[in-house]
């Protein structure tokens, strides 16, 4: 029984060891989101994020950056939470972007429809 019993107490620390050991791991570094955010930053900036959403495309750029160094330091986990956030601020932003310039292009045709409509006006 005292064999049984110190076989069970070896595996439980042996089991423990392992458990603390895997937590104090660092990880994986976040790659994928790494190119996940850098990705959307460029996305962001082709839909002249930079005219339309200066501020929230430079909080993403931030974020990344930030990021870089939180993965240099190891700390991977609040690296991957600032990587997912700058890339859902750059695709925001770049929403924003391409609406601002819809609106842009909107106005611009009601524009031209009511200077055609003045025009008819007085031709006629």
């Known amino acids: 029984m ?5 076989m069970l107490y070896t595996a439980g620390v042996a ?3 392992l458990t603390i ?3 104090a791991s660092p990880g994986e570094p976040p790659e994928a989101d790494l ?7 460029q996305q962001a900036v082709a839909a002249d994020a930079r005219e339309f959403e200066p501020v929230l495309l430079n909080n993403a750029q931030n974020k990344v950056a930030d990021a870089k160094n939180l ?10 939470r ?3 956030q ?13 609406t601002a310039k819809a609106k842009r292009a909107v106005e611009e045709i009601n524009g031209n429809i009511e200077a055609l409509r003045k025009r008819m006006n007085q031709d006629q």
Do not use: P
């Open 15 to 17: 089991g423990i060891a």
């Open 2 to 6: 005292n064999k049984r019993m110190s």
């Open 82 to 84: 600032l990587l997912k």
């Open 35 to 41: 190119q996940s955010a850098e990705s959307s930053l």
């Open 71 to 80: 993965i240099e330091k190891e700390k991977y986990t609040e690296a991957e």
């Open 86 to 98: 700058a890339s859902v601020d750059a695709q925001l932003a770049g929403a924003r972007a391409e």
């Open 21 to 23: 050991g895997g937590c």
